[in-house]
């Protein structure tokens, strides 16, 4: 049961819904997400480290970079059910709407201080 509860108060919170439906699009590190969400670093590394508890989310260093995406390969069964759930949720949203096309066009180069 443990499992189960932290997947749901891991998307018992807009942010992290945000984050989850960002992460659909494309691998993103923390300040392509802050620039998304326009939060502070430590509230999106706060998120993304209940996601990542949750197994909803994985992290991958590249270089100086740390990328995040959603974790395709899970073991654990409910993982891999519920992320087809979710890439089928809220496709009307204005909010997600418009994090996708700030997703597309938000860079770590030119944001990330490099």
Same mark, same amino acid.
């Given at each position: 049961? +443990?499992?189960?509860? %932290? ?8 942010? +992290?819904? +945000?984050?989850?439906?960002? &992460?659909?699009? +494309? ?29 909803l989310v994985i992290d991958d %260093?590249?270089? %100086? =970079?740390?990328?995040?995406? &959603? ?13 087809? &759930?979710?890439?089928? =949720? ?6 997600? &709407?418009?994090?996708?096309? %700030? ?12």
């Open positions: 049961m +443990r499992a189960v509860l %932290k997947i749901f108060k891991a998307l018992s919170d807009g942010q +992290r819904l +945000r984050i989850l439906k960002m &992460l659909e699009i +494309r691998p993103l590190c923390v300040c392509e997400i802050t620039d998304v969400l326009q939060l502070a670093s430590s509230t999106v590394s706060k998120h993304l480290s209940i996601l990542r508890e949750a197994d %260093k590249d270089g %100086k =970079w740390v990328n995040y995406s &959603l974790n395709t390969s899970a073991r654990e069964q409910y993982i891999n059910q519920i992320l087809p &759930l979710i890439a089928q =949720w809220l496709p009307d949203d204005t909010t997600v &709407l418009r994090d996708a096309e %700030k997703v597309q066009a938000v860079d770590r180069n030119m944001i990330c201080g490099v």
